[in-house]
């Protein structure tokens, strides 16, 4: 990739790799790292490491061909896991938002750090509920020519937006100590509305095509 500076990966106790957030590198290098995934997605470079790392899931005409890869039992690769094929991308955000109102204000408002340990076991609602909506609602709205772009769109807004939040927190964590988070929990109750207008709204076009 011949990147211009160092890189530092953080690593578990057996040197696993951390996800989401494991990788501290410079801009340019972090944007050229990108730029050869958004390659090998496109099949463009299907010799190269990353071409043959990058798995492109099979599309639905391929599916119908029979040319289907099983990533488990009774699952074709790229679907919903089980239990979520049925509930909206709006829905499972509404409920990361909801969880995320709880855990952030119980955090902010917690007078002991078992309260606020009790809290973070809704990590796994708050996150997994958004990364599962986010990802059907990108597959399911996203024209397939261009979901590798849109995917790469909502993890950079969603990591400048991260970004946004810790730069503003440390200000105001140095002022109102833990009721910093508290903010965070507005914003979730904010993503809770715009999450159920949005359900709200393709009901009510779901019944305009159904009346049609």
């Known amino acids: ?49 990353a ?50 109102i709880l855990r952030w204000s119980m955090i902010g408002l917690a007078e002991t750090a078992s309260v606020a340990m009790l809290a973070q076991l809704l990590q796994g609602a708050t996150l997994g509920f958004t990364q599962l909506g986010a990802a059907q609602y990108i597959r399911t709205r996203v024209p397939e020519q261009v979901i590798s772009s849109g995917t790469g769109l909502y993890a950079a807004c969603a990591g400048l937006l991260t970004a946004s939040c810790v730069l503003l927190g440390s200000f105001l964590f140095a002022s109102v100590g833990g009721r910093a988070f508290l903010l965070t929990s507005a914003m979730c109750g904010a993503g809770l509305a715009a999450a159920l207008a949005l359900q709200a709204h393709e009901a009510r076009q779901a019944s305009g095509l159904d009346a049609g």
């Open 1 to 49: 990739m011949a990147s211009e500076d160092e890189a530092h990966i953080q690593v578990g106790q057996l040197g696993t790799e951390m996800a989401s957030g494991g990788m501290n590198s410079a801009l340019r290098d972090a944007a050229r790292f990108a730029e050869v995934i958004r390659k090998a997605t496109s099949g463009d470079h299907p010799d190269t490491i």
């Open 51 to 100: 071409g043959k790392a990058v798995r492109i899931e099979p599309s639905q005409d391929h599916r119908i061909a029979g040319d289907v890869r099983q990533c488990g039992p009774g699952r074709l690769c790229g679907d919903p896991p089980p239990g979520t094929a049925r509930i909206s991308a709006p829905a499972l955000i509404a409920l990361a938002c909801a969880a995320g």
